[in-house]
């Protein structure tokens, strides 16, 4: 370093961060250790009975899980400073952050599940199509709400690309983000897509797209709570080079500007004349969408937003912070602009969401997701404990069944009163390989209902036999 160009103060300041990277590896090497003395003591005892910790290896089984909360915080780090990246390195870390470098640090395969629940309780959740062309993790995905009906998904590869459901072909690429797209919604009655970005700005944008002829679906399915690993693919990324030439969006027709940091999250308000966006700024801005006015900031919160929602019927709009706590946000009287603070968890709200009705849901990097009543909100009224943090979750409109993405590859299914229905099948066949970022439902379709996105780079659309699950519940 003597002979480096780097200035003194950068210099010292890459050095101190090599430091903690160094120091949370060694703490990470020392806990394997004592992991693997666990694992041989145990299987000395087990020995006389025939029994066995599956061939000794730490990287399997509950044991693990005890390493899972001193490496979340690393974790959190790193998609951190990933939504942020930019074409031009300039929002917070380093320039380039990829899925490589990711895979390069360990990735999420630091974070594992607990071993399965056993119960008698199995309903088919099968999957049809994966979705496969982004070059690098995919943040966010929703459903159009008009004909035809298409799935849209936001990526770290600073693109928004439009599927056909049926067939998982590529149709349309939004190219107008000089940065991570951190989220994307579509415009209730309009063919409008709205997407947030690490370049600060959110974006409005109109589409055409031609639904292909469908195709029969795959006969790939598995009862949930299939959880068997390959160690051999886990590792590896999806399969493809990108998507092939399709049409492609450059122009907003209308550019968001106001944050001064990462738009992480935006949504429309009900009727779509009106939409919410969520940054890194602290501050939740609302704006015109016929003019692109800014009508209001929303401020209040000591951290980082994370998310924002909006109610499918009437004016509200909840916003989650790293702060630990979520807020409601009350513009159902135009002279009267209340705000509500839920308090209950203890770490990152990576998202809250409406119910049909008045409940709201909140997931959290504390592992834990708390259903919430409007009218009462001094405590929740059911809280689910799991063993990863959940990242942006949904609820199904009709049945009200909460779909759980985690850290740890995992995607859970949910009733509302904390009851566990199901876990989405992971082989070496199916399933995400990387963190699952996002679910969301698609009720309508009779086939894919539910949707899946992640780190590796794809999104996974599936069929969760309903009426079977609340059956077997």
């Given amino acids: 370093m003597e002979d480096s160009k780097l200035p003194l103060a950068l210099r010292s300041n890459l050095l101190d961060l090599f430091g903690q990277i160094e120091r949370e590896f060694e703490n990470l090497y020392i806990e394997n250790l004592e992991l693997r003395r666990e694992i041989e003591s145990l299987n000395e005892r087990l020995t006389g009975d025939g029994q066995a910790v599956e061939g000794g290896d730490p990287t399997k089984g509950a044991l693990k899980t005890k390493a899972s ?10 998609k951190t400073t990933y939504k942020a990246s930019t074409s031009k390195g300039k929002i917070g870390g380093p320039r380039n952050f990829s899925v490589a470098t990711w895979e390069l640090w360990g990735g999420d395969s630091w974070i594992v599940s607990s071993f399965k629940a056993t119960t008698g309780s199995r309903a088919l959740c099968q999957l049809l199509k994966e979705y496969v062309g982004h070059r690098d993790g995919i943040w966010d995905l929703s459903v159009t709400r008009t004909q035809p009906v298409v799935l849209g998904t936001a990526s770290a590869d600073h693109s928004a690309l439009l599927w056909s459901i049926e067939t998982g072909k590529c149709l349309l690429r939004y190219a107008g983000h000089a940065g991570s797209v951190n989220s994307i919604k579509f415009h209730p009655t ?20 031609q639904l292909p002829a469908p195709q029969p679906p795959p006969d790939v399915s598995a009862p949930c709570d299939e959880d068997q690993d390959s160690s051999d693919r886990e590792e590896g990324e999806v399969d493809g080079e990108g998507p092939c030439e399709v049409p492609t969006v450059r122009v907003a027709t209308a550019t968001l500007k106001s944050h001064q940091g990462v738009v992480i999250a935006a949504d429309w308000l009900v009727g779509g004349r009106q939409v919410v966006t969520a940054s890194w700024d602290r501050a939740a801005n609302l704006y015109e969408v016929e003019t692109s006015e800014l009508v209001h900031t929303l401020t209040g919160h000591d951290q980082e937003l994370t998310h924002c929602c909006t109610h499918p019927t009437q004016r509200l709009v909840v916003t989650s912070s790293r702060d630990t706590t979520f807020r409601l946000w009350d513009f159902r009287d135009p002279s009267i602009h209340s705000v509500n603070v839920f308090q209950g968890h203890t770490d990152t709200v990576t998202s809250a969401v409406f ?3 008045d409940n709201v849901v909140s997931g959290s990097d504390d592992r834990t997701v708390k259903v919430w009543d409007l009218k009462n909100m001094r405590s929740p009224i059911a809280t689910i404990r ?20 985690h850290d740890n590859r995992q995607v859970r299914l949910f009733d509302m009163s904390g009851v566990r229905l199901a876990r989405l099948p992971r082989s070496n066949r199916m399933g995400h390989r990387r963190m699952v970022c996002c679910t969301t439902w698609n009720e309508e379709n009779q086939s894919c209902n539910l949707f899946t996105c992640g780190f590796d780079r794809q999104a996974i659309g599936w069929n969760i036999n309903i009426p079977a699950l609340l059956q077997e519940k």
């Fill in 69 to 78: 909360h001193s490496t979340s915080q690393l974790s959190q780090k790193l």
């Fill in 190 to 209: 309009e063919q409008m897509a709205l997407t947030a970005s690490g370049d600060q700005t959110a974006h409005i944008w109109r589409y055409m797209v």
């Fill in 355 to 357: 119910t049909v009705g």
């Fill in 386 to 405: 799991t063993d990863s943090a959940v990242n942006r979750i949904s609820v199904s409109a009709n049945q009200k069944i909460i779909a759980l993405p």
